[in-house]
């Protein structure tokens, strides 16, 4: 998800050898109404079986056929049968949601389709089948703004009427990427129905999987033998939330471990890369397994700020802080009235210095306006070059590009995370800097949300295992690979690296992958020859380039060559994007 200026002339090179496909509708397709609708106000109203306002279904279902009632009313249709079945791969899941609805009666009008999944699952594609009619979705250019807001969230397809008398028959079918939590791949589906008349995941860690657990099912696990297992949800434990949750843990042993993963799409062989953390602990001391750090805090303590946010991220700071190693050391700077830090120079762990540590922060008020990113930027300068240095940024970090780019040229061995809030930050800009140098951005939703956020990532980076990865892949083989660069290993979260080849990769191929581990080189070899093969994986790269691609903007990249490339990609690869949206249309027969 990183793009650099490489990134930008690959792009650019890449105009001449992709045709924008044909825009208008093929003359064998019949487009229906397809809307982005915000729900309830552009909706029309939804009554239950006895014509009561379904204000609670409305809000909690994921999806509901509609049907048209008398005076613009719509009633949602109770499915008959549920299907639901999920295939991962490394971090990176396929499901396939079928819903059957039984016969219509004569005289039904017309259908609504209402889909309002989670945003972290992509619905790419719908089939709806009644009789001989069959409607299917594609992916098209989009004619109007992207929706903002709950709008993103749901989905409207208008539908015309179907025949009587026979049974109608949905199938959704949707990607996402897995979480990794304490050391597990973690999955949860929404509860598309009451009850599924059937439910399966099959699952591809790359590795071998040491355990299957979950917190609303039963299961029941059927190994193949190899890295893979079959898992069967059983009958619903007592009082777990509606739904499923599945995790799985890989065994990788006292190392880090690969998984490879390969998918063929229009002649392109695609590779996605998974770098698993290790799953033991190599001694007793917690500290062998980690990079020595430096963490840096930069708070924004402006008057704009609230005092009981700040408190709450004053905590959070220094639960962090009381979890660093001996080795580690920490620093502290408010931005707000002029500059206020703790020590002049980043202080080793102890007694003193955590006591230290509590005092400046119980003394934060909200005061002045002094901006956090141009303190980080004269801090960032006074720094002394490091090979691992985390600074954390945390606050309302406003518009200041300028900035940015200045701190994305001297990155000195500084990973920059920030935790913002989402509605006044310039994220475009914040992602490709955390990116560039190897941190992340995290997003509250509003100030009040701050703290929680803060925890989210200092958990997650609290334990590096494998910095400064390097991947070289067969020169021969031209892989355009993202992201880059490749992003530093915790042990809360795999790396993951997509790329597209130019070539086949035959017997012998391989990827090196280098790093450096606490107190040595680290090296190792992937034979791309060893993948298994995947569904997803080529959506995942092109994921990875259409991220890039918004990221690139920062460097000048044109905003017309980004465009007709993120659009040809997203197009070709079957993605909704700020370009592509979804359409429904009638094949003919």
């Known amino acids: ?230 898992v069967v949800p059983q009958r619903p434990r007592p009082g777990a939330a509606t739904g499923l949750h599945l995790a799985w843990r890989a065994d990788t042993g006292r190392s880090a471990r690969f998984g490879v993963f390969t998918e063929t799409k ?43 946010t700040l408190r709450q991220i004053g905590a959070q700071v220094l639960a962090a802080l009381g979890r660093l190693g001996t080795s580690d050391s920490f620093n502290l700077v408010a931005a707000g009235q002029g500059t206020r830090q703790l020590f002049e120079y980043a202080s080793a762990v102890n007694g003193d210095t955590l006591s230290a540590a509590r005092t400046f922060l119980a003394g934060l008020a909200p005061d002045g306006e002094t901006a956090p990113l141009r303190v980080l930027a004269r801090v960032a300068r006074e720094l002394a070059p490091s090979s691992f240095r985390q600074i954390v940024v945390v606050g309302d970090l406003g518009e200041d590009e300028e900035t940015l780019a200045e701190l994305r040229a001297a990155q000195g061995g500084n990973r920059l995370f920030f935790v913002a809030v989402g509605a006044a930050s310039p994220l475009p800009a914040l992602a490709r800097t955390a990116r560039l140098t190897r941190g992340q951005l995290g997003l509250a939703a509003e100030a009040p949300d701050l703290p929680r956020t803060l925890e989210q990532m200092l958990r997650r980076i609290e334990r590096p295992i494998l910095v400064d990865i390097l991947a070289r892949w067969p020169e021969d083989l031209a892989a355009d690979a993202f992201p880059h660069p490749v992003p530093d290993l915790y042990a809360d979260a795999p790396v993951a690296v997509a790329a597209r080849l130019q070539g086949s990769a035959g017997p012998g191929a391989m990827v090196e992958i280098t790093g450096s581990m606490p107190g040595r080189f680290w090296r190792g070899l992937v034979g791309l020859d060893q993948g298994r093969a995947a569904r997803g994986i080529a959506k995942r790269w092109a994921h990875e380039r259409l991220d890039a691609l918004t990221l690139a903007e920062a460097e000048g990249f044109s905003a017309e060559v980004r465009e007709q490339v993120s659009s040809d990609t997203a197009l070709r690869y079957g993605l909704i994007s700020d370009y592509t949206s979804l359409v429904s249309e009638t094949p003919s027969r």
């Not at 690959?10 to 915000?38: D, F, H, K, T, Y």
């Not at 229009?266 to 007793?284: A, Q």
């Not at 500290?287 to 005092?307: C, E, P, S, T, V």
């Open 266 to 308: 229009d002649g392109f062989d695609h590779v996605l890369l998974t770098v698993m953390p290790p799953s033991e602990p190599r001694g007793t001391a917690e500290d062998a397994l980690r990079h020595a750090r430096q963490l840096l805090f930069i708070l924004d303590a402006r008057a704009g700020m609230d005092g009981k």
């Open 1 to 230: 998800m990183r793009a650099e200026t490489e990134t930008s002339r690959r792009s650019e090179r890449a105009v001449g050898r992709w045709r924008r496909p044909a825009l208008g509708a093929p003359a064998c397709a019949l487009v229906l109404a397809l809307g982005w609708l915000a729900w309830p106000a552009a909706a029309p109203a939804v009554t239950d079986a006895a014509g009561r306002p379904a204000e609670q279904a409305r809000a909690a279902a994921p999806f509901q056929l509609l049907r048209a009632e008398a005076g613009g009313t719509y009633r949602p249709l109770e499915p008959i049968a549920t299907e639901l079945h999920i295939t991962a791969n490394g971090p990176i899941a396929r499901s396939r949601l079928r819903q059957t609805f039984a016969e219509l009666p004569a005289g039904t009008g017309d259908l609504l389709l209402r889909l309002a999944a989670p945003a972290h699952l992509e619905v790419d594609s719908i089939t709806v089948r009644s009789g001989e009619q069959l409607i299917k979705t594609r992916v098209a250019l989009r004619r109007l703004p992207p929706p903002a807001g709950d709008a993103a969230r749901v989905q409207s397809f208008g539908l015309p009427a179907l025949a009587p008398g026979q049974k109608v028959s949905i199938e959704i079918g949707y990607g996402e990427e897995l979480r990794f939590l304490d050391g597990a791949f973690v999955l949860e589906a929404p509860a598309w129905a009451a009850h599924y008349d059937h439910l399966a995941a099959s699952i591809d860690a790359g590795l071998p999987i040491a355990e299957v657990t979950s917190r609303s099912h039963e299961v029941k696990v059927i190994a193949d033998g190899t890295s893979a297992v079959y």
